[in-house]
C-alpha cells in the first residue's frame, strides 16, 4: 500500500474542507444540530451535485466508482467540521445494495441514493446490541415467498432522516440464519424516529415494524445466508466512523494548540508550560498512530479482503482509546471555559462519546484482534 495521497485524493480533500469551511461553519453545524431534522436538505442537495453522495457507486448507477480510501479522504474533512448529515449511513447502505443486490435491485435504489432523492440507513442491531449473530433476534414469519416482520430496531443511526432502511432479521433458528432487506419509510406498519443524543450532530433513533410486508424483490441476497454480509458492513460502518474521528481528533488538536498560542498567563501563551506542550505533543502522536491504521484498513476492504477484519478492528480500537483521551484533553487545556457551551471544544468531546461505542467498542475489537490471533 502507497501511504501517500495521489493528487487527486489531494484535490478531493481541498475541495471538501473549502466546501465545508464557506457553506457549513461550526455557526452553521449548531443550527443543523439544533434544527428537527439534524440535517441540512439544502446541504445535502449540493453535496449530490458534487459528487459525493455517490462516490463509491459505479458511474453505472450515477455514481464515480471511486473506493474506500478516497472516502476516506471525504470523511476526514466532515469528521474535521462536525458536519451533520446522514451521509455515512447511506454510503453503508449503497454498500449493502452493491454487494448483496441484483441488477434490478441496484437499478431500483443506487441512482436515487447517489443522486440525494433518497437517504438510507442500517437497522441491523437491537436491544441487547451485541455485534454477533446472535444479537439479531426479529424472527421473521413467512407468508408464501414473502416474510412479515414484527419488532423494533434499536441504534439506528439517522432514523428520523432515512427513506430507505436496510434491515436484519432472523430466517430459522440456526446461529446465522439471517436475511436482509431493503424496506421503505412510507411502507405500511414502518415507523421511525429519533431521540436526543450526547451529540447532536448525530442522530440516532429506533425503528418499528408492525407486520411489514417484505416481498422476495426486497430482500438482499440469498434470505438465510446474511450474516458475512452484514458482517461486512458493520466492519465498513467501523471504518467510516473510525475515518471521522481521525478529522475530528485533528480539528480538536488544531483548536486546542490555537487556544494555547493566544491564551496568555504570566505574560506569555500556556503553551509555552510543558504542563500544556507534552499533552499537545502527545495528542499529535496518538493522532497520526490511528491514522495510519485508519488508512490501511480503508485499503484493504477494496484491495486486500482477507485482512480486513484485523485490520479494521486494530484501527477502531486504538482511535476509540485515543479520540476519547484527546477529547478530555482538549477540554481540560482549555481551562474552565472549555465546559461552557459557548466553546466549540466541547462538541469534539461530544463525538468522541458518540463514536466510542458505535459498530464496536475498544473492548469488542481488542477482544476480536485476539480471536482472530488464535488468542
Sequence with gaps: ????????????????RKFLDDQCPMEQVRKIMESESGYSAELWTQLAELGWLGLTIPEEYGGAGLGWVDLVVLLEETGRSLFPSPFISTTLTAAAILEAGNDEQKKAWLPALANGSAIGTLALLEQVDVLS?????????????????TGEKSFVNDAGAATHFVVAFRTGEGAEDLGLAVIERDAEGVNAQSFPGIDQTKRVGSLSLEN??????????TAGQAWPLISRLLDRGAIAVTAEMVGAAEGALYMT??????RIQFGDPIGRYQGVKHPLAEMYVDVESFKSMVYY?????????????????LAKAYA????????I????LHGAVGYTAEYDIQLYLKRSKWARPMFGDADHHYERVASLGGL
Design 320 to 327: 476509540t482509546d485515543a479520540f476519547t483521551r484527546i477529547g
Design 257 to 262: 494548540v490555537q487556544f494555547a498560542k493566544d
Design 1 to 16: 500500500m502507497n501511504f501517500g495521497f495521489t493528487e487527486e485524493q489531494e484535490l478531493l480533500r481541498s475541495e471538501v
Design 329 to 332: 484533553d482538549g477540554v481540560q
Design 212 to 221: 411489514v410486508r417484505v416481498a422476495s424483490d426486497a430482500v438482499l441476497g
Design 133 to 149: 449473530a446472535d444479537g439479531i433476534t426479529l424472527l421473521a414469519k413467512t407468508d408464501g415467498d414473502d416474510f412479515i416482520l
Design 297 to 313: 484498513a480503508a485499503w484493504t476492504i477494496d484491495e486486500s479482503p482477507g485482512e480486513a477484519e484485523r485490520s479494521v478492528s
